[in-house]
DNA sequence: TTCTATATGTCGTTTGGCGATATATAGGCT
DNA sequence: AGCCTATATATCGCCAAACGACATATAGAA
């Protein structure tokens, strides 16, 4: 019951990308989606549907945590925000440096050692 | 119909790793599944019912190719061999290029622009 | 002969990603 | 006023990906 195993070893590039765009400031889930795409190139496009189902699960592992913001001005629905947690620093930084070995090996390979060797 | 929409934008962990590790050279199930756990310093771990179902989707999908090597001296099963293919190399190198601006996004906002910015 | 490593596979369950759809507000254009 | 687009959040249901558990077989070392 309850598991909640969370989000653990690799991360999928849906949630590395989420946490990624959480990490210099609290945002909400349109900021999210933009910041998404524009960080990846467009590469990674998130549906609200995928979005808001990942940041629910987020918060649950406490990844991440959510409040709601005062809606500006006039009443209306109150935004919700989404921090990233320490946890979720910790998580996004394992995630790092297996893609920087993954980016380097990945280069290597493709490329040649032509590449990498200078001189 | 026929669908088999196939790996396309963003690779999972595990199949790129498993495309890495057919980079250089040919290699069967058993090869691959150690290689990806180097590769990746133990973060990716495949078990075996992870490693053949993504082989035989990936093989659908015309990201490698898949024939049957002979078996070893003495009759016996035939071990099967994968190798990756110019797709597959372009979907690798794609998800290369994703991941190395990642890597450097996150390194960034991680550690911040002190470790960037030098003198 | 027992144990471990090598080697390949299936079955059933859970989780993740996503298209389709719904709702609501704000601002600009005609 | 009526319409369109962007902003903003959310649910439902489908399908594919990941994985634990299990099954099987060979070869070599202890």
């Known amino acids: 019951m309850h598991s909640t195993r969370g989000y653990d070893t690799p991360l999928t590039p849906q949630i590395f990308h989420i946490l990624l765009a959480l990490c210099d400031a609290p945002a909400h889930g349109y900021d ?7 960080d990846s190139a467009g590469s990674v496009v998130l549906s609200s549907s995928t979005l808001y189902g990942a940041l629910a699960t987020l918060a649950k592992s406490r990844l991440i945590d959510e409040y709601n913001g005062r809606p500006q001005i006039a009443p209306g629905k109150p935004r919700r925000y989404y921090q990233i947690t320490q946890l979720g620093r910790s998580q996004l930084d394992q995630e790092r440096r297996r893609m920087e070995r993954a980016a380097v090996l990945s280069r290597q390979r493709l490329l040649g050692p032509t590449h990498w060797r200078v001189k």
Chains 1, 2 share one sequence.
Do not use: D, G, K, L
């Open 32 to 38: 999210i989606q933009q910041q998404v795409s524009t």
